[in-house]
T-cell receptor, first 113, second 113 residues
């Protein structure tokens, strides 16, 4: 039973445009959400997080939106750059912090120059 | 600051053989995690250590997998005997304390033939 799902295995976007990556979860106990970025042959790198008490968190070009009623979160990258091409993982935790993470299957983002 | 180190980077073994992976976390990090990432899936937590004690190993297949973190620093993950379905990337991560941001190593790619 996948508690965190990323239904789009891949996404292709033109440089300078917005990239929107989506994530759905089923466990209502999840209260902390994170996005990780992964380049080939490297481990995942933390990108941005959001607590369930918020519905939006921004960090430079990256914004995460949380819709608790829909059990849905999304990562917006504006503007997209070729260096953003990577696999993005959504992760969730039920301890209000970045512990005991449950990951989604990932979305491969390709930003074309 | 040096990142999380893992070795070997690649390993090919035959089924029923044993294998061990090593992880050296970021200096001073008290919490250490081992994840299994099967191709096309997100990382799955196998075991979490706080210093040299186990916090959670509920998803570790204990009939064949074992892990230890002697002296609360380095850690080893062992599989004995290996099965075909153990083919995956094994990721080690560490965090300063429980519930802090996790930093991942590059992983060990295991292929069981």
């Amino acid at each position: 039973d996948q508690q965190v799902k990323q239904n789009s295995p891949s996404l292709s976007v033109q440089e300078g445009r917005i990239s929107i990556l989506n994530c759905d979860y089923t466990n209502s106990m999840f209260d902390y959400f994170l996005w990780y970025k992964k380049y080939p042959a490297e481990g995942p790198t933390f990108l941005i997080s959001i607590s369930s008490i918020k519905d939006k968190n921004e960090d430079g070009r990256f914004t995460v939106f949380l819709n608790k009623s829909a059990k849905h979160l999304s990562l917006h990258i504006v503007p997209s750059q070729p260096g953003d091409s990577a696999v993005y993982f959504c992760a969730a935790s039920a301890d209000n912090a970045g512990n005991m993470l449950t990951f989604g299957g990932g979305t491969r983002l390709m930003v074309k120059p | 600051e040096a990142g999380v180190a893992q070795s070997p980077r690649y390993k090919i073994i035959e089924k029923r053989q044993s294998v061990a992976f090593w992880c050296n976390p970021i200096s001073g990090h008290a919490t250490l995690y081992w994840y299994q990432q099967i191709l096309g899936q997100g990382p799955k937590l196998l075991i979490q250590f706080q210093n040299n004690g186990v916090v959670d190993d509920s998803q570790l297949p204990k009939d064949r997998f074992s892990a230890e973190r002697l002296k609360g620093v380095d850690s080893t993950l062992k599989i004995q005997p290996a099965k075909l379905e153990d083919s995956a990337v094994y990721l080690c991560a560490s965090s300063l304390y429980y519930q802090e941001t996790q930093y991942f190593g590059p992983g060990t790619r295991l292929l069981v033939l």
